[in-house]
T-cell receptor
Framework: DGGITQSPKYLFRKEGQNVTLSCEQN?????MYWYRQDPGQGLRLIYY???????QKGDIAEGYSVSREKKESFPLTVTSAQKNPTAFYLC???????????FGPGTRLLVL | GQNIDQPTEMTATEGAIVQINCTYQ??????LFWYQQHAGEAPTFLSY????GLEEKGRFSSFLSRSKGYSYLLLKELQMKDSASYLC?????????????FGTGTQLKVEL
């Protein structure tokens, strides 16, 4: 089956800890994206990547980092610098930057 | 920047028709998307408009007027499973490429 997978489904972060959220796709899509969703707010773009080994900051990149070493994978690290990390994190991909984005199932991050 | 407005909540009756409106202000408009999102799940793609007019897909139709900065999603023969949040998203071309901006979503409740 082709699709986008995210793991884990739930993730707990302790104070001062970095955590990494996984996003993998086997759709052969070039572009990948990370969004954050908070209650009552729209999805906000954190980072995006249009090709391997290249990525750009979105609207709320502070406190986050990404890498794009493989076409299939776009992991997101939530660093200790992100003071309000509790949210629903969604990864998406599209064939090219201008095409429809398809979403993974999401990871819910909670702070202990 | 971009501004996207859609109603926060709507209620409709099973079997009826409902229209969810979305207005936007943006430069570099390059398409409008509608997504459906059930609670705790990922958004799923419903429709895409880039030219003026109506796009029909089964029980769902989407309309766009670029001159008015206006779109609507029309749901016919409502079913209980249509209870979800409906997200309007506008794609615009910026200096760094195409960017998708989401509205805050319209929570639709379908009642018996």
């Amino acid at each position: 089956d082709g699709g986008i997978t995210q793991s884990p489904k739930y993730l707990f972060r302790k104070e001062g800890q970095n955590v990494t959220l996984s996003c993998e796709q086997n759709l052969n899509h070039d572009a990948m994206y990370w969004y954050r969703q908070d209650p009552g707010q729209g999805l906000r773009l954190i980072y995006y990547s249009q090709i391997v080994n290249d990525f750009q900051k979105g609207d709320i990149a502070e406190g986050y980092s990404v890498s794009r070493e493989k076409k299939e994978s776009f992991p997101l690290t939530v660093t200790s610098a992100q003071k309000n990390p509790t949210a629903f994190y969604l990864c998406a991909s599209s064939k090219q930057g201008q095409e429809t984005q398809y979403f993974g199932p999401g990871t819910r991050l909670l702070v202990l | 920047g971009q501004n996207i407005d859609q109603p926060t909540e709507m209620t409709a009756t099973e079997g009826a028709i409902v229209q969810i409106n979305c207005t936007y202000q943006t430069s570099g408009f390059n398409g409008l998307f509608w997504y459906q999102q059930h609670a705790g799940e990922a958004p799923t793609f419903l429709s895409y408009n880039v030219l003026d007019g109506l796009e029909e897909k089964g029980r769902f139709s989407s309309f766009l007027s670029r001159s008015k900065g206006y779109s609507y999603l029309l749901l016919k023969e409502l079913q209980m499973k249509d209870s979800a949040s409906y997200l309007c998203a506008v794609r615009a071309f910026t200096g760094g490429g195409n960017k998708l901006t989401f509205g805050t979503g319209t929570q639709l409740k379908v009642e018996l």
